[in-house]
């Protein structure tokens, strides 16, 4: 650097500092400005060593009044001062060094310096932030409960900060159940008359039911469905509004029950999902299901068709996503369904091969997907390539006389024309793999197969979609005298890797993993 520049930039550093110093209300302003993370950690460590190093009782009002702003800026600012988990402990001591500071100079005999809730909640915010995961959220009660003293009452940031500190500590087992016992103190706290600022609120529970629904332990729904009964006795029999359940809570509970193994979770959903219904046309504009409801109701079907192969699943899957396009046709924009909804149910459509005519009943939610998308003009529900892909994988599928088995091939050709057409639903290495299934289970003229085979495996080459699948499915739709003229008799392994450029890194890693080996089973 030019030595004219670093004397700028050293004479620009030392007014900055002497501006602080000065006139500590300029600190907030300061940390928000647009200097250098390394800066600004920085004056702020140099602040704050300054302040802390003092003897006791010999603060100035200016160092006084600057400590409250100091540990808002040290908490509140760490993407600023570019503080990671690594050397969040640094800030969170910080923090806590100048709330200790000012206790000890109020108990020097210094009466014009006062904690104050707020400090204590800089303090707790600085280690739930800190990534010490359980240690931190032992801090943080321990600051809540210094909090509870005769001249400082934690309010409901003060117990949510802790909460959410509980809920953030990955390595402790048990860390839903300590969340839920601040939650349960901040309740008791409240009803007991010790401290009106603890109300509880719904934004306190969501971060506990949300604990309890990633935990994975086996009682983990069984205890977010308690807590929302507890909510829902607080909000009816204590009268305490503000603790009422919302379409949030509701939804975090299903997706709890989606997330476990338990095999009546489908039910226990369904149940839920019922209610919130009920609760809706009762009146309850609090509880009723969004799309976000729809969608996990959905997806718990999806065991009972992929496992259990039920035939009712897709069914009833349709009937649901029915019920949300007509919600959202009658004005309700809390049910906009969205491309993923959609291709839930086409899947489940095209996993139900005892139905039949199972692949109508696959395009017709792709037709419906494609109205929604163009005539009501949702662009969440703009089809993808998945979409495509699993209507053509329901008919390359089907069973039956040589009429249908004609009938399903056309409505895979139809499928996969429609699919070339779009920029946003150009068939993958996977599109191509199921439509040569289909050439070669539905076509049962051989000249036939080996022209229609010939002319997709060249599209497929130009487009380099030649996936592992691709290429086994070739392999059983040609003849062998057409089947060696396009490939040489090469292994997949030998053939150009022009033909393979855009495969998916998925399809990739499955060749490097299976490379050497033999492969020549057909995916199911």
Same mark, same amino acid.
């Given at each position: 650097?030019?030595?004219?520049?670093?004397?700028?930039?050293?004479?620009?550093?030392?007014?900055?500092?002497?501006?602080?110093?000065?006139?500590?209300?300029?600190?907030?302003?300061?940390?928000?400005?647009?200097?250098?993370?390394?800066?600004?950690?920085?004056? *702020?460590?140099?602040?704050?060593?300054?302040?802390?190093? $003092?003897?006791?009782?010999?603060?100035?009002?200016?160092?006084?009044?600057?400590?409250?702003?100091?540990?808002?800026?040290?908490?509140?600012?760490?993407?600023?001062?570019?503080?990671?988990?690594?050397?969040?402990?640094?800030? &969170?001591?910080?923090?806590? %060094?100048?709330?200790?500071?000012?206790?000890?100079?109020?108990?020097?005999?210094?009466?014009?310096?006062?904690?104050?809730?707020?400090?204590?909640?800089?303090?707790? #915010? &600085?280690?739930?932030?800190?990534?010490?995961?359980?240690?931190?959220?032992?801090?943080?009660?321990?600051?809540?409960?210094?909090?509870?003293?005769?001249?400082?009452?934690?309010?409901?940031?003060?117990?949510?900060?802790?909460?959410?500190?509980?809920?953030? &500590?990955?390595?402790?087992?048990?860390?839903?159940?300590?969340?839920? $016992?601040?939650?349960?103190?901040?309740?008791?706290?409240?009803?007991?008359?010790?401290?009106?600022?603890?109300?509880?609120?719904? $934004?306190?529970?969501?971060?506990? *039911?949300?604990?309890?629904?990633?935990?994975?332990?086996?009682?983990?729904?069984?205890?977010?469905?308690? *807590?929302?009964?507890?909510?829902?006795?607080?909000?009816?029999?204590?009268?305490?509004?503000?603790?009422?359940?919302?379409?949030?809570?509701?939804?975090?509970?299903?997706?709890?029950?989606?997330?476990?193994?338990?095999?009546?979770?489908?039910?226990?959903?369904?149940?839920?999902?019922?209610?919130?219904?009920?609760?809706?046309?009762?009146?309850?504009?609090?509880?009723?299901?969004? &799309? %976000?409801?729809?969608?996990?109701?959905?997806?718990?079907?999806?065991?009972?068709?992929?496992?259990?192969?039920?035939?009712?699943? =897709?069914?009833? =899957?349709?009937?649901?996503?029915?019920?949300?396009?007509?919600?959202? *046709?009658?004005?309700?924009?809390?049910?906009?369904?969205?491309?993923?909804?959609?291709?839930?149910?086409?899947?489940?459509?095209?996993?139900? !091969?005892? @139905?039949?005519?199972?692949?109508?009943?696959?395009?017709?939610?792709?037709?419906? !997907?494609?109205?929604?998308?163009?005539?009501?003009?949702?662009? #969440?529900?703009?089809?993808?390539?998945?979409?495509?892909?699993?209507?053509? +994988? +329901?008919?390359?599928?089907?069973?039956?006389?040589?009429?249908?088995?004609?009938?399903?091939?056309?409505?895979?050709?139809?499928?996969?024309?429609?699919?070339?057409?779009?920029?946003?639903?150009?068939?993958?290495?996977?599109?191509?793999? @199921?439509?040569?299934?289909?050439?070669?289970?539905?076509?049962?003229?051989?000249?036939?197969?080996?022209?229609?085979?010939?002319?997709?495996?060249?599209?497929?080459?130009?487009?380099?979609?030649?996936?592992?699948?691709?290429?086994?499915?070739?392999?059983?739709?040609?003849?062998?005298?057409?089947?060696?003229?396009?490939?040489?008799?090469?292994?997949?392994?030998?053939?150009?890797?022009?033909?393979?450029?855009?495969?998916?890194?998925?399809?990739?890693?499955?060749?490097?993993?299976?490379?050497?080996?033999?492969?020549?089973?057909?995916?199911?």
């Amino acid at each position: 650097m030019p030595k004219r520049s670093r004397s700028v930039m050293l004479t620009t550093t030392v007014v900055s500092a002497a501006l602080i110093i000065a006139a500590p209300p300029c600190v907030n302003a300061y940390i928000t400005s647009g200097l250098p993370a390394h800066t600004h950690r920085a004056f *702020l460590r140099k602040l704050t060593d300054d302040i802390c190093s $003092q003897s006791v009782g010999s603060l100035s009002p200016e160092e006084m009044s600057t400590c409250p702003m100091l540990m808002s800026a040290w908490a509140s600012a760490p993407e600023k001062l570019n503080l990671s988990s690594d050397n969040g402990r640094e800030r &969170a001591l910080a923090v806590e %060094g100048l709330l200790k500071r000012m206790i000890d100079e109020r108990r020097a005999g210094n009466t014009k310096v006062v904690a104050v809730t707020e400090d204590y909640n800089a303090v707790m #915010k &600085a280690w739930s932030m800190s990534g010490e995961g359980s240690k931190a959220a032992v801090r943080a009660e321990q600051d809540l409960y210094a909090a509870g003293d005769k001249n400082v009452q934690p309010n409901l940031e003060s117990f949510q900060i802790v909460i959410e500190a509980w809920t953030r &500590a990955s390595d402790e087992p048990n860390a839903p159940a300590r969340a839920q $016992q601040i939650l349960e103190w901040m309740s008791n706290t409240y009803k007991s008359g010790a401290n009106d600022l603890a109300k509880p609120e719904t $934004q306190c529970f969501i971060p506990v *039911l949300k604990a309890w629904a990633s935990s994975r332990k086996l009682e983990g729904p069984i205890m977010a469905e308690h *807590l929302i009964m507890w909510m829902q006795q607080l909000q009816f029999q204590e009268e305490i509004e503000s603790a009422r359940p919302n379409t949030l809570c509701f939804n975090i509970v299903m997706s709890s029950w989606l997330k476990s193994a338990d095999i009546t979770s489908e039910k226990r959903i369904r149940q839920i999902f019922e209610y919130m219904e009920s609760s809706s046309k009762k009146g309850n504009v609090d509880i009723r299901p969004d &799309a %976000g409801s729809y969608n996990i109701v959905i997806s718990s079907i999806s065991t009972a068709v992929k496992k259990y192969y039920d035939m009712g699943g =897709a069914r009833r =899957a349709d009937k649901i996503l029915a019920r949300l396009e007509n919600g959202y *046709l009658n004005g309700d924009e809390m049910l906009r369904p969205d491309s993923i909804i959609y291709n839930q149910v086409i899947d489940y459509w095209a996993k139900t !091969q005892s @139905v039949r005519g199972h692949f109508m009943n696959a395009r017709d939610v792709l037709d419906r !997907q494609i109205k929604m998308f163009r005539e009501e003009k949702v662009r #969440k529900c703009r089809p993808d390539v998945t979409g495509y892909t699993s209507v053509i +994988a +329901a008919c390359a599928s089907t069973y039956g006389t040589v009429k249908e088995k004609r009938h399903a091939f056309d409505m895979a050709h139809l499928t996969f024309m429609e699919s070339c057409a779009e920029k946003y639903t150009q068939p993958n290495d996977v599109t191509y793999g @199921v439509m040569f299934k289909a050439v070669g289970r539905l076509l049962n003229n051989n000249d036939e197969q080996d022209k229609y085979a010939r002319t997709l495996f060249k599209l497929c080459c130009d487009d380099g979609c030649l996936g592992e699948m691709a290429f086994m499915r070739v392999k059983a739709a040609l003849s062998k005298d057409v089947y060696q003229e396009l490939t040489g008799g090469k292994s997949y392994e030998e053939l150009p890797e022009e033909w393979k450029r855009n495969v998916t890194k998925r399809q990739k890693k499955s060749d490097v993993r299976k490379n050497g080996k033999n492969s020549n089973q057909l995916r199911p």
